[in-house]
């Protein structure tokens, strides 16, 4: 299957957004645009969420993916296992720039990462450690993470039992200091080829 060019590609997920929005409205007119011409919109069962499901988009792309994210977007994701913190911190302050131009605020969009761990109780083979992972998180928090996706590919071969646990209590420790929490959440809902864990950082208050 060959995709269109990504100029073309950007062209329809903005139609698509146009789109959903319409449809999450109850506006069931016609839609003409330069890619998707539809006689009738129709969405039911209406969605739960109100005023409409989050939108959350992926990418680091300065000049489209992140303006996108400051005009559209109620989440953005940047993978960290291709970025490093320095320059998903950098892609951060570009995502500023753009809500700025556009008078939104930027507190409003959540910041989400995903980033592939491998943990283990020393270290080996360029592991790992939990001290690491701590030191990381912290680094996460910080920045104004506010949700991390973690792939823990070899969390069923850890080999000291409550090892994953320990990890969720320190971290826990450390960013309750910046008066932030870390949740961890175990992905066992998952495939069996996923094993992770969901780190969500809450801002709580003084």
Known sequence: MLFPPIAERFERLEETREIAHQMWKGDETPYQGKHSQLARLLNSPSSVQKPHPP????????????????????????????????????KLGVLREHCQSI????????????????????GREESWTPATAIAYFRQLVAMGIDQAIVSLPNVETIPERGQTERLVEKSLSCCRQNRKMLLFQQASSLPPFWNGLLVQVYHSSP
């Open 103 to 122: 008078s939104r605020p930027y507190r409003d969009i959540e910041k989400t990462i995903i980033k592939r761990i491998h943990l283990t109780k020393d």
């Open 55 to 90: 939108i959350l988009i992926g990418g680091a792309g300065e000049r489209k993916t992140l303006r996108l994210v400051a005009q559209y977007g109620d989440a953005c994701n940047f993978s960290l296992t291709s970025l490093g913190i320095d320059e998903a911190q950098h």
